[in-house]
Nanobody
Framework: QVQLVESGGGLVQPGGSLRLSCAAS????????LGWYRQAPGKQRELVAS???????NYADAVKGRFTISRDNAKNTVYLQMNSLKPDDTAVYYC?????????WGQGTQVIVSS
């Protein structure tokens, strides 16, 4: 019913940038809030950024000023632009859709920030 495919991760040096993409197979994409989450080994999954159907955004304190979430409703895609990356940003990043009866996690995309 719902499929989420994250992409765009990779290995970058501290201070570098990446843009993550999440393609969602879901009808009426434009009405849903969307979120990016991340999980580091041995850590709990945390919400990094969210965006509502109206375009309002929220960010975790750890990424404010560095990350930007956006959406392209015509492409059923949500993005996470990550700048000034730090080693603490290393994690597997996932997207999700708000307001559904079930969570449909994709495979995630790995981000490693290391020198």
């Amino acid at each position: 019913q719902v499929q989420l495919v994250e992409s765009g991760g990779g290995l970058v040096q501290p201070g570098g940038s990446l843009r993550l993409s999440c393609a969602a197979s879901i009808r009426l994409f434009s009405i849903y809030s969307l979120g990016w989450y991340r999980q580091a080994p041995g850590k709990q999954r945390e919400l990094v950024a969210s965006i509502t159907s109206g375009g309002s955004t929220n960010y975790a304190d750890a990424v404010k000023g560095r990350f930007t979430i956006s959406r392209d409703n015509a492409k059923n895609t949500v993005y996470l632009q990550m700048n000034s990356l730090k080693p603490d940003d290393t994690a597997v990043y996932y997207c999700n859709v708000g307001g559904l009866k079930s969570n449909y996690w994709g495979q995630g995309t790995q981000v490693i920030v290391s020198s």
